[in-house]
């Protein structure tokens, strides 16, 4: 049987007993006081009955019992890391966020890697969009981005996002997953997916490293400078590893020698000194680009063009720091879009200001009204009037706990006001599905001029593989779908559907 190589992942309590070897420290219990025999229960004689005073037991068993928290409902499983964001371009033109202020300066960070659909105990290195997410600690406060390893989603309006995550996950009645007739009938339903589908079944679908793939916003942020001069943006973070990515049937060994190969591939590069960084990048859009646009720029489905609106440069990010504690620090950490700090703003995107809401929400869920109090979402001193509640950390002791107030409780800021954006808006409300608009212009320029025909062939095949065990009308569909794209992509997922049956696709 192969076995992973033996490496710094497998010596993590080796190297914490040589650090602890003077230590002398007595087990407790849950509050504090020495424990006398703990692997040994309190009973009347050696077969007699356990007492119930025994509250070293119980305190162990009732703490037990609570250890899981909900794993979050998308991205369960991934590796967390820290480190620091350093500014190497003066971008004060665009944005007055603290973050950027001048060059040479350092922001710390922690960032999350994770795969959306598979949950906490799932192989890492299946087929999936990868989650990038960073979270900026400034001086202002908490800064998040949320983002993935593809510059683009698959819907664009928050209210398919349910939907496409149930189509993702495990059959309701057979508990299986993937479920190809589910996923390619609601593919083929809402053609807007079509082109992050084309990524997803391309060698970027299944990265070789969390370190070797590039992050992105996805979603249409916009900066205020400090005269108030309002701009839309996109974020790119480009790994200075590379890119290196896996076969299907490289994935698919991998998977099963070691199912933690990215997690341990995180941690080894870190604990070895070979911190792993990536270069930031925006590109920015005015407002009145962004009225004559011909595509439209708050559109996930869409990038915007480098050639249009270049890449600039800003800094980078390193990461250096293993999590002491992953439970802690990575299961407890939660990242959120509306977590923005003055000089940084939402825009119209749809898929954003449904995400605006989504992250406080299922972390109130997951972690609690004060998941913000924990040490790692937020290590700073807070002043508000939000109290108490389960959990509490930061009680702000006697200040104040309404506004407003003559006890110098704390006051609206200047600067942040300054800052807020006045925009004008106008329209009528109403609900407009926005799931038809040209969802295959991009996807096109992607398979004809970006892939080379090596790149095409895999994705032609990886799509057939995943097509085979679905029903013929969805796959008729699905050829459908990608003839828009090209005509030839079509009929060569068609031949590569003729030549298989079903035994020859066991590497999903
Ligand atoms: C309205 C649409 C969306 C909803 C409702 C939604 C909801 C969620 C939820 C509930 C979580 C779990 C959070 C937790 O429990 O900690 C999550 C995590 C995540 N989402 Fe979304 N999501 C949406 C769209 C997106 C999009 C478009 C992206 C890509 C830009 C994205 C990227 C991520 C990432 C990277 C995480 C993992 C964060 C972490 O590492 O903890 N999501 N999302």
Redesign the pocket.
């Known amino acids: 049987m192969a076995v992973p190589k033996r490496d710094a992942s497998f010596n993590q309590l080796l190297e914490y007993s040589k650090k602890h070897l003077t230590d002398e420290e007595s087990i407790t219990t849950t509050y504090g006081t020495p424990v006398p025999e703990k692997d040994a229960s309190l009973t009347v004689g050696y077969h007699g009955p356990v007492l119930l005073q025994d509250w070293f037991a119980i305190d162990q068993l009732a703490h037990f019992a609570r250890e899981r928290i909900p794993e979050?409902?998308?991205?369960a499983r991934?590796a967390g890391a820290f480190g620091y964001f350093e500014v190497t371009h003066d971008i004060t033109q665009y944005t007055a966020a603290c973050v950027f202020s001048e060059i040479g300066k350092k922001t710390p960070m922690a960032v999350?890697f994770?795969q959306v659909a598979g949950e906490l105990g799932y192989p890492d290195t299946v087929r999936d969009i990868r989650?990038?997410?960073l979270k900026f600690y400034t001086e202002d406060g908490i800064w998040d981005i949320?983002?993935?390893n593809q510059p683009v989603?698959f819907v664009k309006d928050?209210v398919m996002?349910p939907n496409l995550i149930h189509v993702m996950k495990r059959n309701p009645k057979t508990h299986i997953r993937p479920d190809y007739d589910m996923f390619w009938d609601f593919l083929t339903l809402r053609q807007e997916t079509t082109h992050t589908t084309l990524i997803f079944f391309s060698d970027r679908g299944i990265p070789e490293s969390f370190r070797k793939m590039h992050g992105f916003g996805?979603?249409t942020y916009a900066f205020v400078n400090s005269e108030g001069k309002f701009n839309y943006c996109k974020f790119h973070w480009l790994s200075n590893q590379g890119i290196a990515t896996l076969t299907s049937a490289d994935a698919q060994r991998i998977g099963g020698i070691d199912p933690d190969y990215h997690i341990r591939d995180l941690y080894n590069a870190i604990h070895d000194g070979d911190y792993p960084s990536w270069n930031f990048y925006i590109q920015i859009m005015s407002p009145e680009q962004a009225a004559k646009s011909e595509f439209d720029p708050f559109d996930?489905t869409k990038v915007w063009p480098h050639g249009q609106y270049p890449l600039i440069p800003v800094g980078k990010l390193v990461l250096n720091r293993n999590p002491e504690n992953y439970f802690a620090e990575v299961e407890q950490?939660?990242?959120d879009p509306a977590h923005l700090i003055p000089g940084i703003e939402p825009s119209p995107d749809r898929?954003l200001q449904?995400?605006l809401f989504?992250?406080g929400d299922?972390?109130r869920h997951?972690l609690g009204p004060n998941h913000i109090q924990l040490p790692v979402n937020c290590p700073f001193s807070i002043h508000n009037y939000e109290r108490d509640g389960w959990g509490t950390i930061h009680s702000q002791g006697g200040a104040p706990n309404y506004h407003p107030n003559s006890f110098r409780g704390p006051e609206n800021d200047k600067r942040a006001r300054a800052l807020t954006p006045h925009l004008p808006l106008n329209g009528v409300a109403k609900r407009i599905d926005s799931g038809n608009d040209d969802n295959f212009t991009q996807a096109r320029v992607l398979y004809q001029r970006v892939l080379k025909p090596d790149e095409r062939a895999r994705l032609i095949q990886n799509i057939v593989t995943w097509l085979t065990p679905t029903t013929s009308i969805l796959q008729e569909r699905a050829i459908a779908l990608f003839s828009n794209v090209d005509e030839s992509f079509g009929k060569k997922i068609r031949e590569g559907l003729n030549s298989l049956s079903l035994e020859q696709h066991v590497v999903l």
Request: net charge positive.
């Open positions: 979050r409902v998308v991205h991934g999350r994770s989650g990038f997410a949320t983002g993935n989603f928050f996002f996805v979603n996930d950490i939660g990242f898929m449904g995400r989504a992250y299922t972390h997951r």
